[in-house]
């Protein structure tokens, strides 16, 4: 079963908590016990697992990436966005989390994030559900 979830991210660079929208997918189905792929069909955004509870870590990793990739490096990507597609290549196009009791298994501190990094623009988020 494949869902879609459209987001319209507000900055250049930002990581928006999507786990209530992957949870309100899930609900929506019978699937009680499976798995869910969470997938970023995007090359300058990705899709991570992180901290949900102190937002200074989400500004942390957003600082280090920058400290990582700086915008004043050289690049030949003609577009100008090199350092977007590099941060979306560290994070990654997807993660896949298990569906237990027809809820989300995260960790206590855990959230489900789509990291923006050349934004503002509207994004899609596609969830395979596997029943399993
Ligand atoms: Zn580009």
Redesign the pocket.
Same mark, same amino acid.
């Given at each position: 079963m494949r869902r879609s979830v459209t987001i319209a991210t507000a900055k250049a660079c930002q990581f928006i908590d999507i786990t209530s929208q992957v949870q309100t997918a899930i609900s929506e189905t019978d699937i009680t016990d499976g798995l869910v792929i969470i997938y970023c069909p995007h #090359? #300058?955004a990705g899709i991570t697992i992180n901290e949900n509870a102190d937002p200074d870590v989400r500004a942390d990793i957003l600082q280090h990436l920058d400290a990582m990739v700086p915008n004043s490096s050289s690049f030949r &990507?003609g577009?100008g966005?090199s350092p977007a &597609?590099i941060k979306a290549s560290f994070m990654g196009s997807s993660a896949t989390v298990i569906i237990s009791e027809g809820r989300l298994s995260l960790g206590t501190w855990q959230g489900i994030y789509l990291c923006e990094f050349d934004g503002p623009r509207t994004r899609n988020v596609w969830l395979k559900l596997i029943e399993a």
């Open positions: #090359t #300058t &990507h577009e966005n &597609h």
